[in-house]
């Protein structure tokens, strides 16, 4: 079996930096940490094995080796925490039920229903789309999850019904519905605290108060100011 460049390229990033000298102010433990950190991330960049392997893959070699935990079973405690946070298995669901809208039909079942309701000029489907994204994000505190696991399966397949898939007819409408979503999720998440996993948790540090003072603002312009003025 042929082993490409991507394979090993990752091993590569981390054998580099395990024989660099420690750098002053870090021990030898952090600057590891560090060498597997970034041996992951050129995985990910290089496709080297499925996504969810590299970071299998990073996370049980930095367990092994007691880079953050020198104990055990703190080590295997910090490695299985992650596992424990809801937003995760908010994402992991999402992505199911998106193999189930694109498997199932549902997806475009949906998207043609939009199309017949709103498809008569690209605008309306570009509202459609912004105001889907709209509804779901107060409830959904992932925008990876709302974005990719619930409006994706469903938007991608609009440009289909037009004729417009990617390459040479992308630019029909497709490229207009995509880049509406995506613009549509980047401002959802930051219309509401519980529509992004980092808001809340940026906002539960007792440094986040001016931030949390000025979100408040601009979200909502008729909030009242801090010194009791009107």
């Known amino acids: 079996m042929k082993i490409k460049w991507r394979t090993i390229a990752p091993l590569g990033v981390l054998l580099v930096l395990y024989l660099v000298p420690v750098p002053a102010g870090l021990n030898a433990n952090q600057w590891h940490y560090f060498a597997v950190f970034a041996a992951v991330i050129a995985g990910l960049v290089f496709e080297s094995m499925p996504v969810g392997a590299v970071g299998l893959i990073g996370l049980t070699f930095a367990a092994l080796m007691g880079y953050v935990e020198a104990d055990p079973n703190k080590s295997l405690r910090w490695a299985l925490s992650g596992f424990s946070e ?16 694109r498997k199932s039909g549902l ?8 199309v017949r309701a709103l498809g008569r000029r690209t605008l309306g489907l570009g509202y459609a789309v912004a105001f889907s994204d709209l509804i ?7 925008n990876t999850a709302r974005s990719g696991g619930t409006i994706y399966p469903i938007v991608s397949n609009i440009p289909k019904i037009y004729g417009s898939e990617p390459g040479p007819t992308a630019g029909k409408i497709g490229t207009y519905v995509m880049w509406t979503a995506f613009a549509a999720t980047a401002l959802t998440s930051s219309m509401f605290l519980t529509a992004l996993a980092p808001n809340a948790a940026a906002l539960s540090s007792p440094a986040a108060a001016p931030t949390r003072s000025r979100l408040t603002k601009s979200i909502v312009p008729t909030a009242p100011r801090d010194d009791g003025a009107r």
């Open 136 to 142: 779901l994000a107060p409830a959904t505190p992932s």
């Open 107 to 114: 997806g475009k079942r949906i998207a043609l229903m939009l």
């Open 86 to 101: 809801s937003t995760v298995w908010l994402i992991v669901g999402a992505f199911v039920f998106a193999i189930g809208y």
